[in-house]
């Protein structure tokens, strides 16, 4: 069928058989109980697969399991998958995946997500610098590893997880307006935000481009991360030209100098935040002043006067707040205007 790529079994299904909600967990050590229900899924997804095929034999049909999981099941059951895809989060390298599906499948493996999310887990704040990195190293294993190069030669690449944030994916309902950084699990593969029994895996900051917050029409503005810019200059290279080695995708990855795609990142952040919107809030001050009514030959009372409305009717302190914003009004590009607004108001 012209435009379809594969046929792609399910999502992490291994993983629902220890998950209660649908929320990402961490993944607990398996039991006899989940084993025999991983045989039952996986014989489902190998009868999907012949009956997929006796409708249509031009698309290869793969499946995406949750890193190797029930990986020695799958051999047993899933013969008539043709690709081994898999979700693996594992840090910088994906270890042995490789060469444990060339062992034990005999298939060629597909990584169906993978990557590294955006946030420091231990600084909490976001860490674009990490996420390039990470996601670089990701992609340079899937080349390396690419049919023709020498090492175990059934990669055929990957799907990166992922283009732009998702705010829905902490509470999955709720504050679906609100970029969360709560993180959900742990995984040691990342240690540049790891720490032993603690969460550090930020579910909403995967994307390679953040979101702006919404307009009017419910439309939002992306903004390259770094590793967009980085991954831009990794994918410009085919590993399958004439001439390619083991050697020429490293020296070309080694190029890939991480600093410079975080610098484009922010020249193009700022660029956007300097023509982003007709009006903005471009400053923001709080004032508080103390004053006292004491002093020689008055006639303000040392004592309260009862009932008494004028001001001050008693010798002490007061003070006063004042809210200043600063609104910049921009109604052409290029003409500025501004103006400011000063609310004032006083209280005893």
Same mark, same amino acid.
């Given at each position: 069928?012209?435009?379809?790529?594969?046929?792609?079994?399910?999502?992490?299904?291994?993983?629902?058989?220890?998950?209660?909600?649908?929320?990402?967990?961490?993944?607990?050590?398996?039991?006899?109980?989940?084993?025999?229900?991983?045989?039952?899924? =996986?014989?489902?997804?190998?009868?999907?697969?012949? /009956?997929?095929?006796?409708?249509?034999?031009?698309?290869?049909?793969?499946?995406?399991?949750? $890193? @190797?999981?029930?990986?020695?099941?799958?051999?047993?059951?899933?013969?008539?998958?043709?690709?081994?895809?898999?979700?693996?989060? &594992?840090?910088?390298?994906?270890? $042995?995946?490789?060469?444990?599906?060339?062992?034990?499948?005999?298939?060629?493996?597909?990584?169906?997500?993978?990557?590294?999310?955006?946030?420091?887990?231990?600084?909490? *704040?976001?860490?674009? %610098?990490?996420?390039?990195? %990470?996601?670089? *190293?990701?992609?340079?294993?899937? =080349?390396?590893?690419?049919?023709?190069?020498?090492?175990?030669?059934?990669?055929?690449?990957?799907?990166?997880?992922?283009?732009?944030?998702?705010?829905?994916?902490?509470?999955?309902?709720?504050?679906?307006?609100?970029?969360?950084?709560?993180?959900?699990?742990?995984?040691?593969?990342?240690?540049?935000?790891?720490?032993?029994?603690?969460?550090? @895996?930020?579910?909403?900051?995967?994307?390679?481009?953040?979101?702006?917050?919404?307009?009017?029409?419910?439309?939002?503005?992306?903004?390259?991360?770094?590793?967009? =810019? /980085?991954?831009?200059?990794?994918?410009?290279?085919?590993? %399958?030209?004439?001439?390619?080695?083991?050697?020429?995708?490293?020296?070309?990855? $080694?190029?890939?100098?991480?600093?410079?795609?975080?610098?484009?990142?922010?020249?193009?952040?700022?660029?956007?935040?300097?023509?982003?919107?007709?009006?903005?809030? !471009?400053?923001?001050?709080?004032?508080?002043?103390?004053? !006292?009514?004491?002093? $020689?030959?008055?006639t303000t009372p040392d004592e309260a006067l009862p009932g008494e409305r004028s001001y001050p009717n008693e010798l002490g302190f007061d003070h006063?707040?004042?809210?200043? /914003?600063?609104?910049?009004?921009?109604?052409?590009?290029?003409?500025?205007?501004?103006? &400011?607004?000063?609310?004032? *108001?006083?209280?005893?």
């Amino acid at each position: 069928m012209p435009g379809v790529l594969m046929y792609l079994l399910g999502n992490e299904n291994n993983y629902g058989l220890f998950w209660e909600g649908a929320e990402t967990e961490d993944i607990p050590l398996e039991d006899r109980k989940s084993t025999i229900r991983a045989r039952h899924m =996986y014989k489902l997804f190998n009868e999907a697969a012949v /009956a997929m095929k006796a409708i249509d034999t031009t698309v290869p049909v793969a499946m995406c399991n949750g $890193d @190797m999981l029930f990986i020695d099941i799958i051999a047993e059951e899933c013969k008539d998958v043709d690709i081994y895809g898999t979700n693996m989060y &594992r840090g910088l390298s994906f270890g $042995d995946a490789f060469q444990v599906t060339r062992e034990k499948l005999n298939k060629p493996i597909l990584f169906t997500e993978f990557g590294s999310d955006a946030f420091n887990a231990l600084e909490n *704040a976001e860490d674009q %610098y990490s996420q390039a990195k %990470y996601m670089v *190293a990701n992609w340079q294993e899937i =080349y390396e590893n690419a049919a023709g190069l020498g090492k175990t030669g059934n990669s055929i690449g990957g799907f990166t997880f992922q283009f732009s944030d998702g705010w829905w994916k902490y509470g999955q309902t709720k504050n679906l307006s609100v970029h969360d950084n709560n993180a959900s699990w742990s995984n040691g593969g990342y240690q540049f935000d790891f720490r032993e029994g603690v969460n550090n @895996m930020n579910e909403e900051w995967f994307g390679i481009c953040a979101k702006g917050p919404t307009n009017a029409r419910g439309l939002y503005q992306l903004y390259p991360r770094a590793a967009y =810019y /980085a991954l831009k200059k990794a994918h410009m290279l085919n590993p %399958y030209t004439a001439g390619t080695t083991l050697e020429s995708v490293k020296k070309y990855f $080694d190029n890939i100098l991480i600093m410079d795609a975080v610098l484009a990142a922010r020249n193009w952040a700022a660029l956007a935040a300097q023509q982003t919107g007709k009006v903005r809030v !471009s400053g923001v001050r709080f004032e508080m002043t103390t004053f !006292s009514t004491g002093g $020689d030959l008055i006639t303000t009372p040392d004592e309260a006067l009862p009932g008494e409305r004028s001001y001050p009717n008693e010798l002490g302190f007061d003070h006063m707040q004042s809210f200043y /914003a600063d609104i910049e009004a921009k109604p052409t590009e290029s003409v500025r205007e501004w103006s &400011r607004l000063m609310c004032w *108001a006083t209280s005893r």
